[in-house]
């Protein structure tokens, strides 16, 4: 069954320093999106991207955040300037229809701030 | 940011018993999804309800979506601890096409 693919699945950065999420979405989905979860909270939206820009954000999605799709395959995000607080477990989905009729997530990244 | 309520909270039952999960929001949705996840794993789709009153069947689930669109609920008869995990509903409004997920519904299938 096609998956999406996140690496890497644990990443340690010290704080300050630039993190990339890289995310394999399914070959045939034409929606991506990114989402956290802080450790024992919810699932919280971060950005969707459709046909090379992104669709909506929400307000953590500041200017600290940044997603490319800078091939055919990967889709991928950026965090400028960590902080502590970004730590958190961030997963990437897709979805053929925009979501609508649910998403495929990834196994997501744990990014550790320390 | 709407807010989708799941309750209970946390939920630990023995084996072969029944149980109801629920997700309620002030908002309509025009599509509701319910996930399940297991730790250190993404959200698993289990299944989608677009149509008031609709209700759906899973093997041991039953997913109804209610009339006016602003709750659901997930019933899963005589559970087993392979059902184990922590249950999500996310729905989105008539107006976007944001997925706001609820804040979850930790279940724990005692042998």
């Known amino acids: 069954e096609p998956e999406v693919t996140q690496t890497p699945s644990h990443q340690v950065t010290q704080m300050g320093q630039e993190v990339i999420l890289r995310c394999v979405p399914i070959s045939n989905h034409l929606y991506f999106y990114w989402y956290r979860q802080i450790l024992g909270q919810k699932v919280e939206f971060l950005v969707s991207?459709?046909?090379?820009?992104?669709?909506?954000k929400s307000e953590i999605f500041d200017d600290q955040f940044s997603v490319e799709r800078p091939d055919g395959s990967n889709f991928t995000l950026k965090i400028r300037s960590t902080k502590l607080e970004d730590s958190a477990m961030y997963f990437c989905?897709?979805?053929?229809?925009?979501?609508?009729?649910?998403?495929?997530f990834g196994s997501g990244t744990r990014l550790t701030v320390v | 940011t709407q807010l989708l309520e799941q309750s209970p909270q946390f939920l630990s039952i023995q084996e072969g018993e029944n149980l109801t999960v629920y997700c309620n929001s002030s908002s309509v949705f025009s599509s509701l999804q319910w996930y399940r996840q297991e730790p250190g794993e993404g959200p698993v789709l289990l299944v989608t309800?677009?149509?008031?009153?609709e209700v759906k069947k899973l093997k041991r689930l039953t997913f109804q979506f209610g009339d006016a669109r602003k709750d659901s609920s997930l019933h899963i008869t005589a559970a087993q601890p392979g059902d184990t995990g922590l249950y999500l509903c996310?729905?989105?409004?008539?107006?976007?096409?944001?997925?706001?997920f609820g804040t979850g519904t930790s279940l724990t299938v005692i042998p």
């Open positions: 309800v677009v149509t008031g009153g």
């Open positions: 991207f459709y046909n090379n820009e992104i669709s909506e």
């Open positions: 996310a729905g989105a409004e008539d107006t976007g096409n944001q997925f706001y």
């Open positions: 989905a897709s979805s053929d229809t925009g979501g609508w009729y649910g998403y495929t």
